[in-house]
């Protein structure tokens, strides 16, 4: 068996494994990175790239229905899905390089193509390899979670790891979970001219701010997209050769849909099979690898970053930990993780972007909260663009603190970003309300909102702050 000791070996080609493999080469420092399936992992294959793809079909679509709106005849689309599904795949193909092995080699980085395991403390083997390196990072992501649900294992499910594949349209596709994936494709495919029935048993983005999830829900209801909340799937069997049946349980009783497809999109489950983790002394759960603030596992030569370690479920969380580890393990600096300034996104239309707590989890932690709001009803941008249907939330703590902000807005997504800066920088209401914005753009909802904080003070402090703005915007 080949014996290799590099400084760093890295399991997982996905968005924190590439990232920790990239920088730890760019430094100088052996790597060795090893992949038992395809180089780019979730994001690339099966996850935000193909997703963010066939939303952005979809949603030319959805824009040729409503064109009538600005004075151009709308028309129902004739959407080829073989054609969409290629689309898909070409954006898939367009960013394989930067994640390829030929990349990755070129960059220094020697490439191990097989399914690793640990087999003690310091050791993994991978195929005939065998890798004694002073540090692992273990970087193995996560797969769809699949709910022991009666009768699914006799029909033929789709996950997010199988439903980029389909070349026919679903003609009635049915999602159980209403969490961000099953929203993102049951809009998307709705928009592309299939049937939707989402099943969720609590209420759609559930972890998200109740009144910004209200306005996708009616986005969604607009499109056509059929929601069943608070409804529990009590068993699913096969209708015809290859359709499905779900029985369900929900507030008004028992009842059943049909369906041709069938999408399982109930959560995530860290990879840690197969990786042989108590071999390496690595503790996990069914969360998965526990770590702590500086991601190190309970074995202090093992890190663990990305889904595989029960943190955040996104790529720019893997990619932000990638950056954290390599602090103590290059330059001997200190580091940690602090979840609290993790932006996320839902891609539906309206975006749906958070940064920071939510208005219902302030008012559990925090004895005065204070909520600013802005609509784009009030956005001559938003009048311009006929998209009215959204607003920011500024969830404030004592002396106007910001604890986090809610969007709702077309691209939502592209504006958090100032937000999770804010927040990460300990910015206040003061420099939101200097931030001067390009008109006409969505953004200046933020502004207006932090405006409103001063121009509504009736207290004395409040006046006093009023006065000092006006002194220096006035
Ligand atoms: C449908 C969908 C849409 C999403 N959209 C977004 C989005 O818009 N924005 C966002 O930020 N996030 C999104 N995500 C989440 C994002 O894809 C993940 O958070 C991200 O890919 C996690 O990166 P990772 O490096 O932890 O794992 P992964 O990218 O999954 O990489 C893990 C890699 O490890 C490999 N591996 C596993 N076990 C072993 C082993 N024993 N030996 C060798 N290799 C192994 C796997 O083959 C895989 O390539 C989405 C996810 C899904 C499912």
Redesign the pocket.
């Known amino acids: 068996m080949k014996v290799l000791k590099p400084d760093i070996c890295v399991?997982?080609?996905?968005?924190?494994?590439?990232s920790v493999a990239a920088a730890a080469a760019a430094f100088g420092v052996p790597v060795v990175l090893?992949?038992?399936?395809?180089?780019?992992?979730?994001?690339?294959n099966?996850?935000?790239v193909?997703?963010?793809a066939l939303i952005a079909a979809g949603k030319r679509a959805h824009a040729m229905r409503g064109a009538e709106t600005f004075g151009i005849g709308a028309v129902e689309p004739d959407v080829d899905f073989k054609r969409v599904n290629r689309h898909v795949h070409d954006v898939i193909a367009a960013i394989a390089p930067n994640d390829s092995v030929e990349r990755f080699t070129a960059l220094g980085v020697q490439v191990v193509r097989?399914?690793?395991?640990f087999v003690n403390r310091r050791t993994l083997v991978?195929g005939d390899v065998e890798i004694r390196a002073r540090r692992f990072v273990v970087?193995?992501?996560?797969r769809?979670l699949v709910p022991p649900i009666p009768g699914l294992d006799g029909v033929p499910y789709l996950t997010?790891e199988t439903i980029f594949g389909l070349t026919r349209r679903p003609g009635h596709l049915v999602v159980i979970g209403g969490g961000?994936?099953g929203i993102?494709?049951a809009q998307a495919h709705r928009r592309l001219g299939s049937k939707v029935t989402v099943i969720e048993g609590q209420s759609v983005l559930g972890r998200e701010d109740a009144e910004a999830a209200g306005f996708v829900r009616r986005a969604l209801v607009q499109d056509g997209v059929e929601l069943l909340e608070g409804t529990k799937v009590v068993s699913v069997e096969l209708r015809g050769k290859t359709g499905v049946r779900v029985h369900t349980e929900g507030p008004r009783g028992a009842s059943s849909v049909e369906g041709t497809h069938l999408l399982v999109a109930v959560g995530?489950t860290p990879?840690v099979d197969?990786?042989d983790l108590r071999r390496a002394l690595v503790a996990f759960d069914a969360r998965g690898i526990k770590v702590g603030p500086k991601l190190r596992t309970t074995n202090r030569r093992i890190y663990a970053?990305?889904?595989?370690n029960g943190g955040p479920?996104?790529?720019?969380?893997?990619g932000y930990q990638a950056g954290l580890v390599l602090r103590p393990l290059l330059f001997r600096l200190p580091a940690r993780f602090d979840a609290a300034l993790i932006p996320r996104?839902t891609?539906c239309d309206p975006e749906l972007a958070q940064v920071g707590m939510t208005e219902a989890e302030a008012q559990k932690k925090h004895r005065r909260v204070n909520v600013l709001r802005w609509p784009l009803a009030e956005n001559d941008r938003a009048q311009a663009e006929r998209r009215t249907e959204g607003l920011i939330k500024l969830v404030l703590g004592r002396r106007g603190r910001i604890l986090g902000v809610s969007i709702v807005a077309p691209n939502a997504g592209e504006m958090i970003g100032l937000y999770a800066l804010a927040l990460s920088r300990g910015l206040g209401l003061r420099d939101l309300a200097g931030w001067v914005p390009p008109y006409p753009t969505m953004g200046e909802i933020g502004k207006r909102a932090a405006i409103t904080y001063f121009a509504g003070a009736t207290r004395k402090p409040l006046v006093r702050g009023l006065i000092r703005f006006l002194r220096r915007f006035g």
């Open positions: 399991i997982g080609a996905g968005s924190g494994g590439l090893v992949e038992k399936a395809e180089m780019g992992g979730d994001c690339l099966f996850g935000c193909p997703s963010k097989a399914e690793g395991r991978a970087a193995t992501g996560s769809p997010n961000p994936i993102e494709l995530r990879n197969g990786l970053v990305g889904d595989v479920q996104f790529t720019h969380v893997a996104v891609y």
